[in-house]
């Protein structure tokens, strides 16, 4: 392993001081740090522990949506809206034109719209039998109506309005035994999805952590050591439930930031104490006092979990990109807890182990070395890789490739019953409604006409007629009648007056196929485009999901150029280098393509479906791509400044650039891959969820995460650098002139592994712990490994 010349002593920069500071502060007031931290603890738990009931169950889009203001015309100016409440009715015996069966459903009609919050309410039964909500066989009929109010009021409205139609039928003797009846509808499927997704988190959260603790105790040896991850964690979730209470007072925030910040907190505190506790057990085992090995600690380990946070930090800040409530709820957690995780490493963390000193290591069942061996698994797959760098690269690079082919195909979507289990009772009400009264039926489109202007009654139906015949349309209901095909199929006049208003009119266009498809994407862009005597403005579910989907995309690029841009000046002045930042982006670029590669084909286009057990649409959720690009993102930074850290540490310390490289991911390797599996179990722990996009973010996380530990880190890492070669370290004056890094310390090694003056070193010959070096390779004056 050969060494370079040995630098003149640099002035410790201003980061290094810092952090020194910042060690003997904490060890010098240690008591009063936990104290404190405990205390903020119980008072954020206090405060933000309910946060939860607090926060909006919306948030998915944006006010300048046309949809958004289709739906606001719509309820301010008709009193209507979407149907979001359906109900199933089916007649026990007979038909549904059976007279006690016509008395039951009339009696559950009255009493839906009898509900507060309810409006809108219409059955088959109120409408005059109107064959359009009922089947052909006549078994089963419709009562449909909408919960009004937010998102908020319609979630918490829905199971008290469902609880009210269960105790009429079971005080009405003569409804129990003419109808059964099943609710659905979008009211119903988000209620449904919240509660779901609720209990899984927990049972989530109870595979998860008892889990991890066991693991991180088989990494290190000893109960105390792997009990330090729950003061981070502690810390950073706690912490950020109190930031989501406190700015829900200033502007919406989404519940589902909660289920962020727990995953994301657990998984960072993993990483950050595993940096933290394992280097501060090396300078322990090298010899120094407490004191120094935590300043020495901090000077290193915490420098690189500064990095990562900060880095972190910055791939969540690009979600504030966007103007829905949804993903700038996700920066808001993502930065609060990445920001607490850190500081927490570097402040509370520090004070424990300041308390705890060399018993950090007590109750250890198992032995094991706190110090990685120079040479292991890890350095030698570095050399086998660096040996021969262009023959890894090219399989690799085509594996990656290969995987993420089918992520030309994406498509986004949005949100509908189908990611609930196909057992969940509200989706088997959904599924019969699509099968038995036509798939458009739940996703119907509104076309609201505000102020209908000079045009004419006739003008306003031929309109109806024109919107008719177009593709993928069903059938047409407007205060002129029902039209399919362009022929008028006539309609209860109870029915029709409701889609004309004091000023204007609106139209409900009954989709032919899945609404939620391409398809229905096309649909809406046609009826936009279609000539209109009047201004018109296209809601419903079909087109909240082209507006979204139309604002992500636009705000997108905005979004990368923030996370590159951030992230390579972050680690440009970290390392002091332009290709340590280069390659970095280039190979998580590489992970995040293969990965979504891997998603597209599994939950977009339905391969493993059954094994996963769920639904695939045909598309993943708009939202669930970018969310999961900046979680996965931040996390390929973390290691990629925690191995680099590492090999710049070894480099400045006089090795060159590949021992630097091979040094770096030996030492690095054991404790990054426990890091990525740890990670990987929190992330799969959500696997047990029976939500669609729960599997989708566990699976693609998990992933990503695994492929950035194992293929990138491990082959593609060494490979590249190794061809770069000196290159990788270069820097142009205006960095060269900054603060260095971290002066290299040598740890405290005994006398006999310490190198005589200018020694050439034989092969097999040992330097320091078990460190073989290589034939010719020389050794600096008093260089120890």
């Known amino acids: ?226 009990a330090m991850p729950v003061i981070i964690a502690a810390v950073a979730v706690i912490g950020t439930l109190l930031e989501l209470r406190l700015l829900n007072g200033v502007t919406p925030v989404s519940i589902y930031a909660v289920n962020l910040a727990t995953v994301l907190g657990l998984g960072l505190a993993i990483d950050y104490s595993l940096f933290i506790v394992s280097r501060f057990r090396q300078e322990l085992s090298a010899g120094h006092d407490t004191a120094t090995a935590l300043e020495e600690t901090m000077a290193h380990a915490g420098r690189t979990v500064a990095g990562s946070a900060i880095t972190m930090a910055a791939a969540a800040s690009a979600l504030l990109v966007f103007p829905l409530v949804f993903l700038r709820s996700f920066a808001y957690s993502g930065i609060a807890v990445v920001l607490l995780a850190g500081a927490a490493a570097l402040v509370v963390l520090p004070a424990v182990l300041a308390l705890l000193g060399p018993r950090i290591n007590s109750l250890t069942v198992w032995r094991r070395s706190v110090r990685p061996p120079a040479e292991g698994f890890w350095s030698k797959t570095a050399r086998g890789v660096m040996r021969r760098p262009v023959l890894v690269i090219i399989p690799v690079v085509v594996g990656l490739a290969v995987l993420a082919a089918p992520v030309v195909h994406l498509r986004l979507g949005d949100f509908d019953d189908r990611v609930l289990s196909p057992s969940d009772q509200v989706r088997q009400v959904d599924d019969t409604l699509r099968s038995d009264f036509g798939q458009g039926q739940t996703d119907a489109l509104q076309v609201v006409v505000p102020h209908t202007g000079h045009s004419t009654p006739a003008q306003q139906a031929a309109f109806a007629v024109r919107l008719s015949k177009l593709p993928d349309v069903q059938r047409v209901d407007s205060s002129s009648g029902v039209y399919s095909q362009g022929t008028d199929l006539g309609g209860p006049a109870s029915y029709l007056a409701q889609f004309r208003g004091k000023a204007g009119v609106w139209y409900s266009v009954i989709p032919r196929g899945n609404a939620m498809s391409a398809s229905g994407e096309t649909l809406v862009r046609a009826i936009r485009a279609a000539p209109a005597p009047f201004a018109v403005l296209v809601g419903g579910l079909p087109a909240n999901l082209v507006d979204s989907t139309s604002i992500i995309i636009h705000d997108l690029p905005v979004a990368l150029l923030l996370v590159g841009g951030a992230t390579f000046l972050i680690l440009m002045l970290l390392f002091r280098s332009l290709f340590i930042p280069l390659k970095a982006l280039v190979l998580s670029t590489a992970t995040l393509a293969a990965t979504f590669g891997v998603m597209v084909w599994i939950f977009q286009e339905g391969h493993l479906s059954k094994l996963l057990d769920f639904t695939p649409t045909g598309s993943l959720i708009d939202t669930m791509p970018v969310l999961m690009f900046c979680v996965a993102f931040g996390l390929s930074m973390d290691y990629e400044v925690f191995l680099v850290s590492r090999m710049k540490e070894l480099h400045e310390n006089g090795l060159d650039n590949e021992s630097a490289v091979v040094g770096g991911v030996q030492q690095t390797g054991r404790i990054i891959t426990a890091a990525a599996l740890l990670m990987s179990i929190v992330f799969l722990s959500l696997l047990t969820s029976s939500i669609a996009f729960m599997k989708l973010f566990a699976v693609g996380l998990a992933l990503a995460v695994l492929l950035d530990a194992f293929v990138i880190r491990g082959l593609l890492v060494p490979a590249v650098m190794k061809l770069a070669g000196n290159a990788c370290w270069w820097a142009p004056p205006f960095l060269r002139r900054m603060a260095p890094l971290p002066r290299p310390r040598v740890p405290h090694l005994p006398a006999a592994d310490i190198v005589a003056p200018a020694d050439v070193v034989a092969p097999g010959d040992v330097v320091g712990p078990a460190e073989v070096v290589a034939a010719g390779d020389v050794v600096a004056p008093g260089v120890g490994n």
């Open 1 to 226: 392993m050969s060494r370079l010349p040995r630098h003149a002593k640099p002035t410790p920069p201003l980061i290094e001081r810092a952090l020194r500071r910042l060690a003997r502060s904490t060890g010098t007031h240690r008591k009063g740090v936990v104290v404190v931290t405990g205390l903020f603890v119980v008072v954020a738990a206090f405060f933000g522990g309910n946060v939860a009931s607090k926060l909006s169950q919306g948030g998915f889009d944006a006010s300048s949506e046309q949809s958004v203001h289709a739906a606001n015309v719509l309820a301010s100016e008709f009193h209507n809206g979407s149907d979001n409440l359906v109900i199933l009715v089916h007649a026990t015996s007979g038909t549904v034109d059976s007279p006690d069966v016509a008395a039951a459903g009339n009696a559950l009609t009255r009493t839906l719209a009898a509900q507060s919050h309810m409006a809108n309410v219409m059955s088959y039964w109120s409408l005059d039998s109107i064959s359009l909500l009922r089947t052909s066989n006549r078994q089963d009929a419709l009562v449909v109506g909408r919960i009004t109010g937010s998102q908020n009021e319609v979630t918490h409205e829905e199971p008290i309005i469902a609880a009210a139609l269960t105790a009429h039928a079971s005080a009405s003797s003569s409804s129990r035994s003419a109808i059964t009846f099943q609710i659905g509808g979008f009211g119903a499927a988000f209620h449904e999805v919240d509660t779901v997704v609720e209990r899984n988190l927990l049972h989530a959260e109870e595979i998860a952590i008892p889990l991890t603790l066991l693991l991180l105790f088989f990494v290190f040896g000893s109960l105390v050591s792997a």
